[in-house]
């Protein structure tokens, strides 16, 4: 029986693409998100910008295709009820403290619709699963994920990205003191 025919390489297009998608991982993890552009990443892609420009759009749209972002949640359910708003928040101040590429990610998402549907992926395979598991109603459970991304966003927005003085001149320690409760009662407090 003769051997069957190998799988067709990629067009070029996919190439490509793959291409300027592992430059511009790269880059963006070498240069940070405001130093790297288009031509460097580009030049890494042995590719002409133009090409870039034609795939993705804008810097923009790039970063949002390229940045692959886990955000390791801890379970929700492995901790104690009365605990999960204050873990939560914690945790979510440790990756905007050490992670430039989500302050970059949410940057993009406010000013970018490839940005904010890779903020809407984060959101939906990562953070509703989380609140799922303590939600005391499952049929709940968006709206009250909605609500724990609206404080989480709206503090990185004003303490990482917009740097207003009173958010960044908050410890760390006050930050989780003001938003646990709340993230807290949006999780497993009774529906109003």
Not at 32 to 50: N, V
Not at 151 to 172: E, I
Request: glycine content about 6%.
């Amino acid at each position: 029986m003769p051997d069957p025919k190998p799988s067709a390489p990629p067009g070029r297009s996919g190439t490509t693409r793959a291409a300027i998608l592992d430059a511009a991982r790269e880059r963006f993890a070498a240069d940070g998100y405001e130093r790297a552009t288009i031509r460097a990443i580009a030049k890494d892609a042995r590719i002409d910008p133009s090409m870039v420009m034609r795939y993705y759009g804008s810097k923009e749209g790039l970063f949002a295709a390229a940045v692959a972002v886990d955000l390791k949640l801890p379970d929700p359910a492995a901790l104690p009820r009365h605990e999960v708003g204050r873990v939560l928040v914690t945790h979510f101040l440790s990756l905007w403290e050490r992670n430039e590429v989500l302050t970059a990610l949410l940057r993009v998402g406010a000013t970018n619709q490839a940005g904010a549907e890779r903020l809407h992926g984060i959101f939906r395979e990562q953070l509703l699963p989380a609140v799922r598991r303590v939600c005391p109603d499952p049929e709940q459970a968006p709206a009250r994920a909605a609500l724990v991304a609206g404080q989480l966003l709206g503090l990185a927005l004003t303490r990482y990205v917009l740097r207003l003085p009173p958010a960044v001149a908050l410890a760390r320690e006050e930050v989780v003191a003001w938003l646990a409760p709340t993230v807290q009662r949006y999780l497993t407090a009774p529906a109003p």
